[in-house]
């Protein structure tokens, strides 16, 4: 079966503008140092006219803001047009602060170079956008300043998930605020398909904590049939991302200092050989076809299961509209060697940073973290469409807070070797993990030095 092992970031530039930038070892790295704050931020909390969350965080309502900020002016980069929900955060912000922020749209092939003049010239964007592909290399290079030092981080309520805190951190500074919402990977299900079956559907199996690997292959396999003309397959992703996580491993190992490439890891390896074997061994997932849309598939039946990103429930065309209550969501099954019992990736977003130019890093500060805070009880605002349960809702935040992410795409041409290799159906994933572990691995190394 042919599959495509990690999602593709829709950036075609990124070998050609990042190459020197990203991939930058950032615990062997000494960041340059960061202009002292003047002062640290300091937020105090005004009566609260929302009720508290029992999750630990707070909602915008609760920032004093004043406009104590009259006369300046923060500007702010992307490479992207703003959404609605951008804008009005923009000027929600402007009104409650007195400043001016000013959006620029810089073009994404001259992003880099453009902000790379600035901060050398100490005139350009105080917010600017990371990603994961660049987040590295922007350390590195000294192009933005960690948030850590405009804001007491102890005193904070944002709740922040915890695993996309770990990867925008380098030498004990965060870079970025990690606020979470409900936007990890999801497992989407029919559930008729297995209603039909008189058989507990995945949400009904986690709600019991029965949700394992083992639990998985048996549902999946109960609701692989031929329906008339038809064939119904029991799952189908594009990613083996969850797969790994959902066992507690990931491509590169970063926890104990200089990162090492982690598909050697006997956790990695069960993760995928379990993976192959829901093709070759139990026979549930179809082949892979670029031409299908896997939502379709969902929709029209010929998959009970999918494995995707946030971003499929929404819009006129998302699942919510599409299946409405017969759209159920879980969390990826846990296997053996699980912690957290959550396999999901967070979603592919881009999160602001303070720029190494900023004249106004405290006021910068205090807009990321007005950005990251709820308006209202996050539970009560993933939809309002009614299709999930307060329940639900509550376990896609839980599912968020255990969101991890992927980091190979900040390592120029490791994402190439590993899916070349995993791949080719000619080898077993031992095999192909052991084809490449020594390329994938001068890779890592050799990113900090070039």
Request: glycine share 8%; with cysteine.
């Amino acid at each position: 079966m042919i599959r495509k092992y990690l999602k593709k970031l829709p950036i075609f530039a990124l070998v050609l503008i990042f190459s020197i930038f990203t991939g930058c070892n950032s615990f062997t790295a000494s960041p340059p140092p960061s202009p002292s704050p003047s002062e640290t931020v300091s937020i105090e909390p005004s009566p609260k006219d929302e009720p508290a969350l029992n999750i630990g965080a707070s909602f915008r309502s609760e920032l004093n803001l004043t406009k104590g900020h009259t006369g300046k002016t923060l500007k702010y980069w992307t490479w992207t047009d703003l959404t609605s929900n951008e804008a009005n955060d923009l000027a929600r912000f402007e009104s409650l602060t007195g400043c001016t922020v000013e959006h620029t749209k810089v073009d994404y092939i001259t992003y880099r170079t453009a902000l790379e003049e600035a901060v050398g010239s100490g005139s350009g964007p105080d917010l600017v956008v990371l990603s994961p592909d660049i987040m590295l290399g922007y350390v590195q290079y000294g192009l933005v300043l960690p948030v850590s030092d405009y804001l007491d981080m102890s005193a904070l309520g944002l709740t922040q998930a915890e695993g996309v805190k770990r990867f925008y951190s380098v030498g004990g500074k965060q870079y970025t605020l990690c606020g979470y919402t409900s936007n990890s990977g999801k497992l989407f299900f029919r559930r008729d398909y297995f209603a039909d079956e008189g058989i507990d559907n995945p949400y009904e199996l986690y709600q019991k904590g029965q949700w394992t690997w083992d639990a998985f292959v048996t549902s999946a396999k109960a609701v692989t049939y031929t329906k008339g003309k038809n064939k119904v397959w029991g799952y189908y992703s594009w990613s083996v991302d969850q797969v790994l996580y959902s066992n507690g491993a990931n491509y590169i190992d970063r926890e104990s200092g200089s990162p090492i490439f982690g598909l050697t890891d006997p956790k990695a390896l069960a993760a995928l050989k379990w993976e192959r074997e829901l093709d070759t061994k139990h026979g549930i997932v179809p082949k892979y076809d670029a031409s299908k849309d896997p939502l379709t598939m969902l929709v029209d039946g010929t998959i009970a299961m999918l494995y995707w990103d946030d971003w499929a429930l929404h819009g006129e065309n998302g699942l919510i509209r599409r299946l409405e209550g017969n759209l159920g969501v879980a969390p990826f099954p846990k296997g053996p060697d699980s912690v957290t019992g959550f396999g999901d990736t967070a979603a592919p977003d881009n999160r602001l940073a303070i720029a190494a130019c900023s004249t106004e890093p405290e006021l910068a500060a205090l807009f990321m973290l007005y950005t990251s805070l709820p308006v209202r009880t996050p539970v009560n605002n993933i939809e309002p469409d009614n299709v999930f349960t307060t329940d639900e809702a509550a376990m896609m935040l839980e599912m968020a807070n255990y969101a991890v992410v992927n980091p190979v795409s900040a390592y120029v041409g490791l994402q190439n070797e590993i899916d070349i290799a995993l791949n080719n159906p000619e080898l077993s994933p031992q095999d192909a993990v052991n084809y490449i572990k020594d390329a994938a691995q001068a890779i890592i190394d050799n990113s900090f030095e070039n």
